[in-house]
């Protein structure tokens, strides 16, 4: 991200931990405001070592943060160097091993530097993740043809099963009465009588006529049985051959379910590959290779100032006076504007404070220190003095009037972004916190180029504010995400 947006490395020293450069962790804590956690610095996270005035000379634009940041940090250290100066003969040798193992390491960097394809990955990464949308598009589409086709299949299996056991049935009953029809009886089955004795013309029958009720049978029941049995037959057939393409269907849509599937995890795979091979690429091989640099040029210096130790205090003190220029002209460039720029953040923090709600605050001052000092009930109190709810409102007015402010001067950097975790904490009075929700979003619209996250529950009072289209709210027993 800092090399994305361009922002430079901020350097900062102190006597009791030394000289630490700060990149994206800290400049990326000013996009976070949670009430969830008592804030300890107006600007970011962190209040030691003046980075929040820091951070905010950042975004704001303005000139010679960078180069006053870097001489200042650079003065402290050759400061403490001279003040904690070994003086035993041992440390020429360990200065020597580490000299040949950091030139070591800047030609290993040297030749990673020719073979960096970040750029080149990414670009794979982002075809690969259009790749994935419409693998996606495409298993969807699988899946619902394949459950259609099952539904299919079990819907013709079943009407076949039916008509299966249908002419089962016919057939059967046919056979029943052929079989009935066949008998010849030659007694009553009442009294047992011989029909010979009984009816003789039953003897002469030509099989046509009932041996017991004398009447004629009915001839055309076979055929109706056959037509019957002949009709459900067909229809077998029928559902036979539907059944077969449902089943060929079926399997066709399950192969190419499978088959999109199976090429949805590989593309899957392949991006978490390509993912883990650029989150273990240096974060800038060229910048390693100047770190390496100005730290092996200063280990000659040491090297060579133990080498020669007449001319030690002599050299040490020409650079510490060279550096000492440097940050007083670099200081006084950069605070020639900065009482102008800081008074109008304040005015601008003040104006959107009093917007969100604290109406009883009478003026307010940032010092040269980064030191917000608020005057409010006849007393001068500073930030860190303020209540909860107080100071969530304060940090997002700064981060708004840090945009506002750099939009209106024209030279600023920050992104415009803001995310609010859990604003409706107990810290905040209910009451307000419609109010707040609704100066925050008038306060973005008029400074424009602003975007803002807000996390928190689901509540009448940010449904007034927030219109459904820009609400991802989580209804139910439903997942937010």
Not at 52 to 67: A, D, E, N
Not at 336 to 352: F, G, H, K, R, Y
Request: hydrophobic share 40%; glycine share 6%; proline share 4%.
């Amino acid at each position: 991200m800092m090399e994305e947006l361009d922002f430079p490395v901020i350097y900062a020293h102190n006597k009791n931990t030394g000289g630490h450069p700060h990149g994206w962790p800290l400049i990326a804590s000013t996009f976070f405001l949670s009430s969830s956690t008592e804030p300890k610095a107006l600007f970011g996270d962190l209040p030691i070592d003046g980075l929040p005035l820091r951070l905010l000379q950042l975004f704001i634009g303005l000139p010679w943060v960078s180069t006053y940041s870097a001489a200042l940090t650079a003065q402290k250290q050759l400061e403490q160097a001279l003040a904690d100066r070994p003086n035993h003969s041992g440390v020429s040798v360990v200065l020597d091993s580490r000299l040949i193992e950091v030139e070591g390491q800047l030609a290993k960097a040297k030749e990673a530097r020719g073979t960096d394809d970040r750029s080149a990955k990414r670009l794979e990464l982002a075809r690969l993740d259009e790749e994935t949308v419409t693998d996606r598009k495409v298993v969807e589409t699988a899946r619902i043809a394949l459950e259609t086709d099952t539904a299919t299949v079990a819907a013709v299996t079943v009407s076949y099963d039916d008509a299966r056991r249908r002419l089962k049935q016919l057939e059967d009953e046919r056979s029943a009465g052929y079989s009935f029809r066949q008998l010849n009886p030659t007694c009553c089955p009442a009294c047992e009588a011989a029909f010979e004795e009984a009816a003789p013309a039953v003897q002469h029958a030509d099989h046509n006529t009932c041996a017991l009720c004398k009447n004629d049978l009915p001839v055309h029941e076979n055929d109706l049985d056959s037509d019957r049995i002949q009709y459900a037959q067909i229809l077998v057939e029928e559902l036979a051959s539907s059944l077969q393409i449902a089943k060929a269907k079926f399997k066709a849509s399950e192969k190419t379910a499978r088959e999109a599937t199976e090429r949805l995890r590989t593309g899957m795979n392949r991006m978490r590959n390509l993912q883990d091979a650029i989150s273990t690429l240096p974060t800038d091989p060229e910048l390693i290779v100047v770190q390496l640099e100005a730290r092996a040029e200063q280990l000659r210096e040491l090297v060579a100032s133990l080498q020669s130790p007449a001319n030690d205090d002599t050299e040490t003190q020409s650079e510490l006076k060279i550096l000492r220029a440097a940050t007083d002209a670099s200081k006084t460039l950069m605070t020639s504007m900065q009482s102008d720029v800081l008074t109008e953040i304040a005015d601008s923090v003040m104006s959107l404070t009093k917007k969100f709600g604290v109406s009883h605050i009478t003026s307010m001052h940032l010092d040269g220190g980064g030191r917000l000092k608020v005057h409010q009930g006849g007393a001068d109190i500073y930030f860190s003095n303020l209540t909860m709810g107080e100071k969530l409102r304060i940090k997002i007015a700064t981060s708004l009037a840090a945009v506002e402010v750099a939009k209106r001067r024209g030279h600023g950097r920050h992104p415009g972004l803001l995310i609010i975790d859990s604003p409706a904490s107990e810290e905040v009075v209910n009451e307000d916190f419609e109010q707040m929700l609704d100066s925050v979003a008038s306060a973005a619209k008029d400074i424009g180029g602003v975007q803002i996250i807000l996390g928190t529950i689901a509540r009448s009072a940010v449904e007034a504010v927030v219109s459904i289209d820009h609400r991802l709210h989580a209804k139910g027993d439903k997942y937010l995400f």
